[in-house]
C-alpha cells in the first residue's frame, strides 16, 4: 500500500542484474583407456534497466496509514534539507484545551529543521500535544547536542543533550528554583549551584544522581 506525493520528481535509470556461476566434472568415472572430460564452467547474466520517477525537490508526501506527513525537500527519494514532519491521526480530532502554541487536534507532534538522508538531523524544532517542545540539534531524531526543552509544566532545561537525555552541562529551571551544572542521563551529576527561590537558599558542590553528595 503506497501514500501519496504531490511535488516535483526527477527520472533515473535503475539497473538490475545478477550473476550465477556454476561448475562441474563430467565424465569422471570414464572407461578405461578414456580421458574425462575437461571441467568447465557456466556463467549466466542478465541486466534490466527501467526508468522510474522519484521524489526529488519540494513536496509533501502523506503515508498511507494517514498518520505520518512530510513537506520538504528531497533528494533521489530521501527526505534531505529542511522540512516539516508531522505525526498524529484524524481519528482523535476532538481533542480539546490544547495549549496555543500545541499542534492542532489530532496531532502527536511536529518537527520543524533539518534533514539528512531520510532522518532528523541538523538544527530542528519539535512541539508535542501536551505543549512541551524542543529547539537545537538533532542525531537521528533525537535531541542530541545543545538545545532548550520547554516541558508543559513549566520546566525548562537549557544546555547538552545526548540522544534524547540531558547529559554534559545545562541549567535546568523551574518556578522553584534553578540548577547550573552537570547532568548525566537526565540526572544532576557533577559540580553544580542550586538555587531555592521559595526558600531563598542555594548549595554549591557535588550531586550523584540528583542527590547532594
Known sequence: ????????????????????????????????GLEPVAHWKARVCFRVVTQVHVRHGHGTYTYANKCFQYTGDWVCGAKHGQGVFTIGSDLDGTVAHMPADAPAAGVHS???GA?????????????????????????RGEPHGEGVW???????????????SR???????????????????????????????DEQAEHQGEWVRRCKS
Request: glycine share 18%; with cysteine; hydrophobic share 25%.
Open 1 to 32: 500500500m503506497h501514500g501519496r506525493y504531490v511535488g516535483e520528481t526527477v527520472k533515473i535509470k535503475n539497473v538490475y542484474g545478477e550473476e550465477v556461476s556454476r561448475s562441474t566434472h563430467a565424465g569422471r568415472h570414464c572407461a578405461p
Open 167 to 197: 547529559s554534559g552541562r545545562g541549567t535546568l529551571s523551574d518556578a522553584h528554583g534553578e540548577h547550573q551544572g552537570e547532568f548525566y542521563r537526565g540526572k544532576k551529576h557533577g559540580p553544580g549551584h542550586m538555587k531555592w527561590f
Open 110 to 112: 511536529v518537527y520543524e
Open 150 to 164: 520547554h516541558g508543559g509544566d513549566g520546566l525548562q532545561y537549557e544546555g547538552a543533550f545526548s540522544h534524547n
Open 115 to 139: 534533514f539528512v538522508n531520510g532522518e532528523m538531523t541538523g538544527t530542528g524544532l519539535k512541539r508535542w500535544r501536551d505543549g512541551c517542545s524542543y529547539s537545537g540539534q538533532f542525531l
